[in-house]
């Protein structure tokens, strides 16, 4: 085998990649080994902690047991109600011995000791642990670790009855080795605990060599913080180590050393790398001597399918790879040649998909843009111009959603036909996306661009019959044109589509871009983006404007009106940003500001003896709210207000929405008391059979009706005269807004309106100066004001 052959360099790569591999193997295992030791190490002593907790646990509850068999002697509760303190000492002596206990006191119910096992040390003194005194009377027992003469205890407390709480003894056991040794059998763990101090006192399983090669680190652990996993030495072994505070009653350190030898944890670490390595090194050399077999076989075949690779490579799909062979390497060459026309066919197939519509066959957004900007470059040589118009489908979604997605994808096929149909052979038409599409032409003139769009609106004209339905479909298209509106694609295309949106707003079929129209957009989507944070950060306001009635002439109701002072652009109306909420989905979250804000202010205002409904407008997206019932009477619970002090009004159009389902939230809030209002009553759609289900209690006039109420217009007396006596047929108070004058304010009461509302009344006002005309207004006269 010649060193420079291609069989020599293909074993000698087969070679060194085996090598790597196995390399790679080796180190893989070993550091996940480490890694995996390292992490198995940090949880064993997490857990050991764990175990040491419940060990104590466990021992408190048994230590209680004994504190009870002490505390239910009869003798004993005798001696402490006589206050024989002799007999008291050597009952807690006696009991101290039985139980091993190293500490027993008596304590009063003062938490003063009054006996001890400690020669009298701590009698006369309070009890160095108030808090387990304290438990221990809530509870009926407590049990906690302390530090008493540099050693860690663990002190059990229960109350001696008799039948009431006479006194309470507490028994100390220290902390000693055969609790370390548990958990060290337990977990097998190294464990050490002292108190911390200058020269702390151990109680560790560790030999008594390695003790003292760990004071210096626990003297270093006293003044750091807890708690620290980190590696310890002690001699010449290395530990994985976890130094922690123990938790005490008596805010007292004491700390403990967990430890796990790292030799040890390592030794079926070692064992298994050694049976890698030597797993390892069999397989490489099996795999060696398969190489040079495998070397010997492919040289020749495997040029010519690298050649044949070339020619892919160059785009070459003709000349096919001829190899004689019949095993698998012609196989290979047969499949390389299969692969070689599927990828040409390929190719081409996702050139066409890459740049056209896979449902219309129309070009995309990715052509149409290609074709956009030659067409502008061209233009711009000829100096001529360039019109587009981009249009979306009106009602789309309606159609998708009533009569399902294959009906609205047949829909979209058939409008592109028909566009296709429409324009000249040298315009490009294209679907953007969803039911967007575009057309792009050269024009003399803003006049030809129009007449595209005409075009396209006749061919809309006739119904398109799908499947058994017919269906009407009109579009909203905006115009622009090159270099008039804008000088290069991507601005030439967002010039269309803020036109089209504009003929989407104003119900038109189209509009021509106007210069500005842009920052509009731009100002919309900010106050958008700034809506959703406008609650958290307080810029939301609630005005009150009042509702005084015609008969007594006194401010009875008040409506909540939202306003938003914007850091930017000041104070904005609710008709600037309430659509813009329901548009974007965030309109629930502003109802719900307004009705706690409300509801609160309600309640205020009548714990002040204002006696005062509040009425809050509903939309269209809160009627599909189910939860709103529920959330507001949990609001006027919280608050202490009676759910006839709010007026919930919603208009005749957010009704007509979805009735059926519009009629069960209403019912549902007026079984819950809520008083409910029909805004803006007579520029909806409502009929009156459609008005008599629904369960309200006022209707509001609108204020087109009731503005010129006072110059005599006939028409709106009539209007007004028959919707009061309509309401007041059907049981309904009757609400005018829009009251401006006196004259209006006097026709109103003639025509005996209950209620009017509008500038002649009140501005509305902040909640403060609202609270302020209430008590001045000879509206709200006689409103006692607030000391």
Same mark, same amino acid.
């Given at each position: 085998?010649?060193?420079?052959?291609?069989?020599?360099?293909?074993?000698?790569?087969?070679?060194?990649?085996?090598?790597?591999?196995?390399?790679?193997?080796?180190?893989?295992?070993?550091?996940?080994?480490?890694?995996?030791?390292?992490?198995?190490?940090?949880?064993?002593?997490?857990?050991?902690?764990?175990?040491?907790?419940?060990?104590?646990?466990?021992?408190?509850?048994?230590?209680?047991?004994?504190?009870?068999?002490?505390?239910?002697?009869?003798?004993?509760?005798?001696?402490?109600?006589?206050?024989?303190?002799?007999?008291?000492?050597?009952?807690?002596?006696?009991?101290?011995?039985?139980?091993?206990?190293?500490?027993?006191?008596?304590?009063?119910?003062?938490?003063?000791?009054?006996?001890?096992?400690?020669?009298?040390?701590?009698?006369?003194?309070?009890?160095?642990?108030?808090?387990?005194?304290?438990?221990?009377? /809530?509870?009926?027992?407590?049990?906690?670790?302390?530090?008493?003469?540099?050693?860690?205890?663990?002190?059990?407390?229960?109350?001696?009855?008799?039948?009431?709480?006479?006194?309470?003894?507490?028994?100390?056991?220290?902390?000693?080795?055969?609790?370390?040794?548990?958990?060290?059998?337990? /977990?097998?763990?190294?464990?050490?605990?002292?108190?911390?101090?200058?020269?702390?006192?151990?109680?560790?399983?560790?030999?008594?060599?390695?003790?003292?090669?760990?004071?210096?680190?626990?003297?270093?652990?006293?003044?750091?913080?807890?708690?620290?996993?980190?590696?310890?030495?002690?001699?010449?072994?290395?530990?994985?180590?976890?130094?922690?505070?123990?938790?005490?009653?008596?805010?007292?350190?004491?700390?403990?050393?967990?430890?796990?030898?790292?030799?040890?944890?390592?030794?079926?670490?070692?064992?298994?790398?050694?049976?890698?390595?030597?797993?390892?090194?069999?397989?490489?050399?099996?795999?060696?001597?398969?190489?040079?077999?495998?070397?010997?076989?492919?040289?020749?075949?495997?040029?010519?399918?690298?050649?044949?690779?070339?020619?892919?490579?160059?785009?070459?799909?003709?000349? /096919?790879?001829?190899?004689?062979?019949?095993?698998?390497?012609?196989?290979?060459?047969?499949?390389?040649?299969?692969?070689?026309?599927?990828?040409?066919?390929?190719?081409?197939?996702?050139?066409?998909?890459?740049?056209?519509?896979?449902?219309?066959?129309?070009?995309?957004?990715?052509?149409?843009?290609?074709?956009?900007?030659?067409?502008?470059?061209?233009?711009?040589?000829?100096?001529?111009?360039?019109?587009?118009?981009?249009?979306?489908?009106?009602?789309?979604?309606?159609?998708?959603?009533?009569?399902?997605?294959?009906?609205?994808?047949?829909?979209?096929?058939?409008?592109?036909?028909?566009?296709?149909?429409?324009?000249?052979?040298?315009?490009?038409?294209?679907?953007?996306?969803?039911?967007?599409?575009?057309?792009?032409?050269?024009?003399?003139?803003?006049?030809?661009?129009?007449?595209?769009?005409?075009?396209?609106?006749?061919?809309?004209?006739?119904?398109?019959?799908?499947?058994?339905?017919?269906?009407?479909?009109?579009?909203?298209?905006?115009?622009?044109?090159?270099?008039?509106?804008?000088?290069?694609?991507?601005?030439?295309?967002?010039?269309?589509?803020?036109?089209?949106?504009?003929?989407?707003?104003?119900?038109?079929?189209?509009?021509?871009?106007?210069?500005?129209?842009?920052?509009?957009?731009?100002?919309?989507?900010?106050?958008?983006?700034?809506?959703?944070?406008?609650?958290?950060?307080?810029?939301?306001?609630?005005?009150?404007?009042?509702?005084?009635?015609?008969?007594?002439?006194?401010?009875?109701?008040?409506?909540?009106?939202?306003?938003?002072?914007?850091?930017?652009?000041?104070?904005?109306?609710?008709?600037?940003?309430?659509?813009?909420?329901?548009?974007?989905?965030?309109?629930?979250?502003?109802?719900?500001?307004?009705?706690?804000?409300?509801?609160?202010?309600?309640?205020?205002?009548?714990?002040?003896?204002?006696?005062?409904?509040?009425?809050?407008?509903?939309?269209?997206?809160?009627?599909?709210?189910?939860?709103?019932?529920?959330?507001?009477?949990?609001?006027?619970?919280?608050?202490?207000?009676?759910?006839?002090?709010?007026?919930?009004?919603?208009?005749?159009? /957010?009704?007509?929405?979805?009735?059926?389902?519009?009629?069960?939230?209403?019912?549902?809030?007026?079984?819950?008391?809520?008083?409910?209002?029909?805004?803006?009553?007579?520029?909806?759609?409502?009929?009156?059979?459609?008005?008599?289900?629904?369960?309200?209690?006022?209707?509001?006039?609108?204020?087109?009706?009731?503005?010129?109420?006072?110059?005599?217009?006939?028409?709106?007396?009539?209007?007004?005269?028959?919707?009061?006596?309509?309401?007041?047929?059907?049981?309904?108070?009757?609400?005018?807004?829009?009251?401006?004058?006196?004259?209006?304010?006097?026709?109103?009461?003639?025509?005996?309106?209950?209620?009017?509302?509008?500038?002649?009344?009140?501005?509305?006002?902040?909640?403060?100066?609202?609270?302020?005309?209430?008590?001045?207004?000879?509206?709200?006269?006689?409103?006692?004001?607030?000391?």
């Amino acid at each position: 085998m010649r060193a420079r052959s291609f069989q020599a360099r293909l074993f000698l790569l087969m070679v060194c990649v085996l090598v790597l591999l196995q390399g790679a193997t080796l180190i893989a295992v070993h550091v996940a080994g480490r890694e995996n030791l390292r992490n198995t190490l940090a949880e064993e002593l997490n857990v050991g902690s764990r175990v040491l907790a419940k060990i104590l646990q466990a021992r408190g509850r048994r230590y209680s047991e004994t504190v009870r068999v002490l505390a239910s002697d009869f003798a004993f509760r005798e001696a402490i109600a006589s206050g024989d303190r002799p007999t008291i000492t050597s009952v807690l002596t006696n009991h101290g011995a039985r139980t091993a206990a190293d500490a027993v006191f008596l304590i009063s119910l003062e938490g003063a000791v009054e006996a001890d096992t400690l020669g009298g040390r701590f009698v006369g003194h309070a009890f160095p642990v108030p808090g387990l005194v304290a438990r221990a009377r /809530a509870e009926g027992e407590s049990s906690g670790l302390v530090s008493l003469d540099a050693r860690p205890f663990q002190f059990v407390v229960v109350p001696v009855l008799a039948p009431q709480p006479i006194a309470l003894v507490c028994i100390g056991f220290t902390i000693d080795s055969e609790v370390l040794e548990d958990l060290r059998h337990l /977990a097998g763990l190294e464990v050490t605990l002292w108190s911390a101090g200058e020269h702390p006192r151990l109680i560790s399983t560790l030999s008594p060599q390695k003790q003292e090669q760990a004071q210096p680190r626990l003297r270093e652990f006293a003044i750091g913080e807890a708690p620290l996993h980190e590696t310890i030495w002690l001699g010449d072994d290395a530990y994985e180590s976890l130094l922690q505070s123990l938790p005490t009653e008596d805010k007292s350190r004491i700390d403990m050393l967990l430890q796990r030898s790292i030799a040890e944890a390592q030794r079926p670490l070692r064992s298994l790398e050694l049976q890698v390595f030597g797993l390892s090194s069999v397989a490489l050399l099996a795999a060696l001597l398969a190489a040079v077999l495998f070397s010997r076989s492919i040289s020749s075949p495997l040029r010519r399918l690298a050649e044949g690779a070339q020619r892919i490579e160059r785009g070459d799909y003709a000349a /096919a790879i001829e190899i004689a062979q019949h095993d698998e390497i012609g196989r290979l060459a047969t499949a390389f040649n299969k692969m070689q026309h599927g990828i040409s066919e390929r190719e081409e197939q996702i050139r066409h998909q890459a740049t056209h519509d896979g449902l219309t066959g129309l070009p995309n957004r990715t052509l149409f843009l290609d074709r956009l900007a030659h067409a502008l470059a061209g233009a711009k040589r000829r100096k001529q111009m360039v019109g587009m118009v981009m249009m979306d489908l009106d009602r789309f979604k309606e159609v998708n959603d009533t009569l399902g997605h294959k009906f609205g994808d047949d829909l979209l096929v058939e409008f592109g036909r028909r566009l296709r149909q429409t324009i000249r052979e040298s315009d490009s038409v294209a679907r953007l996306g969803g039911d967007e599409f575009a057309v792009m032409f050269d024009v003399g003139a803003e006049s030809d661009a129009i007449d595209a769009a005409h075009r396209i609106s006749r061919a809309l004209e006739t119904p398109f019959a799908l499947g058994g339905v017919s269906i009407d479909v009109k579009a909203s298209m905006g115009i622009a044109l090159y270099p008039i509106h804008a000088d290069d694609a991507d601005a030439f295309m967002k010039r269309a589509d803020v036109a089209m949106y504009d003929a989407k707003r104003n119900h038109s079929s189209f509009a021509v871009y106007e210069p500005g129209r842009d920052e509009h957009s731009l100002r919309r989507l900010a106050i958008l983006s700034d809506l959703r944070h406008a609650i958290a950060s307080g810029e939301l306001e609630l005005h009150y404007q009042p509702k005084v009635e015609l008969r007594t002439e006194k401010a009875i109701h008040a409506e909540a009106l939202v306003r938003w002072r914007h850091p930017v652009h000041g104070m904005m109306p609710p008709n600037e940003f309430i659509p813009l909420a329901e548009q974007s989905g965030n309109i629930g979250m502003i109802t719900k500001w307004v009705l706690k804000k409300a509801i609160a202010d309600c309640a205020e205002w009548n714990r002040q003896r204002l006696e005062l409904a509040v009425a809050v407008n509903l939309s269209v997206i809160d009627l599909h709210d189910e939860d709103l019932p529920t959330f507001t009477s949990g609001l006027l619970h919280d608050a202490g207000l009676e759910p006839s002090r709010l007026v919930l009004e919603i208009t005749e159009s /957010a009704v007509m929405k979805d009735s059926a389902f519009a009629q069960r939230v209403l019912a549902d809030l007026k079984a819950r008391g809520i008083g409910l209002a029909i805004d803006d009553y007579g520029t909806g759609y409502s009929s009156l059979a459609h008005l008599k289900r629904l369960p309200v209690d006022e209707l509001k006039i609108d204020k087109s009706f009731v503005v010129s109420l006072g110059d005599g217009a006939p028409e709106d007396t009539v209007i007004v005269r028959s919707t009061i006596e309509l309401g007041h047929n059907m049981g309904l108070k009757v609400v005018a807004e829009g009251v401006e004058n006196p004259e209006a304010f006097e026709a109103l009461r003639r025509l005996g309106c209950d209620m009017a509302q509008g500038y002649y009344v009140s501005r509305p006002l902040a909640a403060a100066e609202f609270r302020q005309w209430m008590t001045e207004s000879r509206w709200g006269a006689g409103v006692p004001a607030v000391p």
